[in-house]
């Protein structure tokens, strides 16, 4: 399906709580399963269900979507989400604009909140998993400061091209669990102008 007909089908389910299962190219066996709660002209956000579990919103690149599906097995999984009164917690951020990177890491950046950032069709020399503060960006480039599996800050930020970012992920529970056990505030937070 292409990029214009995908958009436009996925763009009747922003804001109905309706459940649906979205493919990409990138990693076809990884399946995103939850509500479409807003959708650009380059990424879609999706609050994203976890088994019986709110997982929190993922930004995904258009471009890198294969198909979605909204069947009877979707339908029986919101009804259950429903009945758990999940599906509540699948908002609509209206302060996240999605048309393109740029815009919707400015507005996580004045959130100042940890976030995660994967680039998982890049180059072998290249992080593709990164989890902590946006710093600042420019045309296109994010620096990015990042904490490892034990929860310290690096010692320097490091930088993502913008146009290798396929996914950014945020209020998830795994992102807030681990912010709480952090070294400390991220060393490298100071005010900048993007």
Not at 21 to 38: D, F, I, T
Not at 130 to 148: E, M, R, V
């Amino acid at each position: 399906m292409d990029v214009y007909k995908l958009r436009e089908k996925l763009g009747t389910f922003v804001g109905t709580q309706r459940v649906v299962k979205l493919a990409r190219y990138l990693q076809e066996e990884l399946l995103h399963s939850g509500c479409v709660v807003g959708i650009g002209r380059d990424w879609v956000l999706l609050y994203q269900f976890h088994d019986f579990t709110a997982a929190g919103y993922i930004a995904l690149r258009m471009g890198d979507l294969k198909k979605f599906r909204c069947a009877k097995t979707e339908g029986f999984y919101q009804q259950m989400l429903a009945s758990e009164g999940l599906l509540d917690t699948a908002m609509v951020p209206q302060d996240l604009p999605r048309d393109d990177v740029a815009s919707l890491l400015r507005a996580l950046q004045n959130r100042k909140e940890n976030v995660i950032v994967e680039c998982e069709d890049s180059p072998d020399d290249l992080q593709d998993f990164s989890i902590g503060q946006i710093l600042l960006f420019d045309d296109d480039t994010l620096y990015f400061a990042h904490f490892d599996e034990i929860g310290r800050w690096s010692k320097t930020p490091h930088t993502i091209p913008l146009d290798e970012i396929t996914s950014i992920e945020f209020e998830t529970p795994y992102i807030q669990t681990f912010s709480k056990y952090l070294n400390g505030p991220c060393p490298h937070l100071r005010p900048h102008a993007t």
